[in-house]
């Protein structure tokens, strides 16, 4: 094991010597780190905190109150109008549209929730729902909404590079769709969003893939150009119907090219915090690991292996080992590809294996970020070799959106 691996797992260790796992933990040393290593890259656009990314209010919270952070991009309605009622931010962007029709009521009928929270739209029918729930005359203040652009690279007919989102790709779309929000009662149209996953979500630098990684590169190399190019386009369009307050781009992976965009006014940014083991794969900046769980070594059904209780926290995406969690602590540990993580155990072998003995802590980092919270009711707050607070998760608040 490398010195400062070892050190670390120590440390933890330590801080945590009378916590029984399974348990989640979260550096605060790593995570302040990682808040002003993107606050750098930023380069003085203020950064948004995507809340799906961290599920822990507390860390949201804190995270706001550091210079270069502002606001929240909520992933449901439900979510930001109980993050807007705790008081979490006073500007909160739902990310993707919703049908929810009893958190739309609420929304279009309490003033104050109506000038915070701004929910997304890539359509008329979207408006149609809101109409439906409550005409424009029953509420307290138009809606504020933002639209969704398609950042997808489209190079040939036919040929879709990104994820599947909008169906808003083109300027003159974005120019329809903002004319149409304008020509509707009710309604206010205050920003654009585009996240472009194939330059901010996919690592440029896969280990052990140098092929894989040397196509990603080509890919948003010429990807980049093209979407600063179509949204400035876009960005012109919409400003013919309605004043802009922001125009949001970016995640984690992307956030110093995306910030360089003269189009966008903020970038969002979440995964980088906790520093998850998904962007190991990246080149120009991989944060440092700052959310961990630990289980605890339960059998050796041989003298190669060790056995953990639990560990089969999947992230959500593709079907594939890059959703298993990363044994991290110690180093030299890997899950056997016969039976990956599981639910009730999780077989270890690597140089790292014989060594451990029952009742020991094996520290896995997840996958993706805020996901991890999915399933611990609190987090551990460790600086140094302390534990210096426990908050709650989301679902320790009791709060499960999705």
């Not at 949201?60 to 210079?67: F, G």
């Not at 409550?134 to 933002?146: D, E, H």
């Not at 029952?358 to 520290?363: I, K």
Request: a neutral charge.
């Amino acid at each position: 094991m490398s010195s400062s691996r070892s050190a670390l797992r120590a440390r933890y260790d330590r801080a945590t010597a009378d916590l029984d796992p399974p348990f989640a933990i979260v550096d605060l040393d790593a995570f302040d780190a990682n808040t002003s290593a993107l606050t750098t890259r930023a380069a003085g656009k203020p950064l948004r905190v995507p809340s799906k990314s961290v599920r822990v209010r507390a860390l949201i919270e804190r995270t706001l109150a550091r210079p270069g952070w502002r606001g929240i991009m909520a992933f449901t309605l439900p979510e930001a109008i109980w993050l807007a009622e705790q008081g979490a931010a006073g500007d909160i962007l739902v990310a993707y549209p919703t049908a929810d029709r009893a958190a739309l009521r609420r929304l279009a009928t309490d003033d104050k929730l109506a000038g915070t929270v701004t929910v997304m739209i890539d359509g008329a029918e979207q408006l149609d729902l809101v109409d439906a729930v409550v005409p424009p005359a029953q509420r307290a203040a138009p809606v504020r909404v933002c639209i969704d652009l398609d950042a997808s690279w489209k190079p040939v007919s036919g040929v879709h590079i990104g994820v599947r989102r909008s169906p808003v790709h083109s300027p003159a779309q974005a120019g329809a769709l903002a004319a149409a929000i304008a020509a509707r009662p009710g309604f206010r149209l205050v920003g654009v969003m585009s996240y472009e996953a194939q330059i901010a979500g996919l690592g440029d630098d896969p280990p052990g893939r140098p092929v894989r990684g040397a196509l990603i590169r080509a890919i948003q190399a010429r990807s980049m150009p093209e979407l600063v190019a179509r949204r400035a386009a876009v960005v012109a369009e919409v400003r013919r119907h309605a004043e802009l307050e922001f125009v949001n781009g970016g995640g984690t992976g992307s956030v110093a090219a995306t910030a360089a965009d003269p189009a966008v006014t903020e970038v969002a940014a979440g995964s980088g915090l906790f520093g998850p083991w998904l962007f190991d794969g990246y080149r120009t900046w991989r944060p440092q690991p700052a959310a961990l769980f630990a289980l605890s070594v339960v059998r050796r059904p041989n003298p190669t292996t060790a056995t953990v209780l639990g560990g089969g926290w999947i992230a959500s995406g593709e079907t594939s080992p890059t959703r298993q969690p990363l044994p991290w602590l110690p180093e030299g540990l890997r899950l056997i590809g016969t039976e990956g993580a599981g639910e009730v155990q999780t077989p270890l072998v690597g140089p790292g294996a014989a060594p451990l003995r029952v009742g020991e802590r094996v520290y896995f980092r997840h996958s993706k970020a805020g996901e991890l919270c999915e399933h611990v009711n609190e987090v551990h707050l460790v600086q140094g070799e302390n534990i210096v607070d426990v908050v709650p998760t989301y679902r320790g608040e009791g709060r499960v959106f999705l």
